[in-house]
């Protein structure tokens, strides 16, 4: 499957989920300047109506990076990904922290 194909099913799980997703020129650096450049990554946002979960994806990542930044997102906050697309949950487990990897094997 392409990349950019996997990525609007991510983007798409995570509308579904409730997070939101954006896409912003990331720099990591003191002062202003431009140091190392990151690929983005979950925040929990406090909001008006409560607390809402948001990946930040850096615009300038390649498909791939992207595709790995969400996944790795996403599979920290669904917590049943049996009723996802089968290439979905395959990339959430490609991309999540070992502790969680059993979990999110055991529902495919």
Do not use: N
């Amino acid at each position: 499957m392409k990349q950019e194909v996997l990525l609007e099913l991510l983007e798409a799980a995570a509308a579904e989920a409730g997070v939101k997703v954006s896409y912003e020129a990331l720099s990591f650096g003191s002062g202003g300047s431009t140091g190392v450049v990151g690929h983005g990554g979950l925040c929990k946002l406090k909001t008006a109506s409560g607390w809402q979960y948001r990946v930040i994806i850096d615009k300038r990542a390649t498909p791939q990076e992207r595709v790995a930044t969400l996944a790795s997102s996403l599979s920290r906050v669904i917590t049943d990904p049996s009723g996802l697309e089968p290439k979905v949950r395959e990339a959430l487990y490609q991309h999540s922290d070992r502790d969680r990897s059993d979990r999110i094997r055991k529902a495919s």
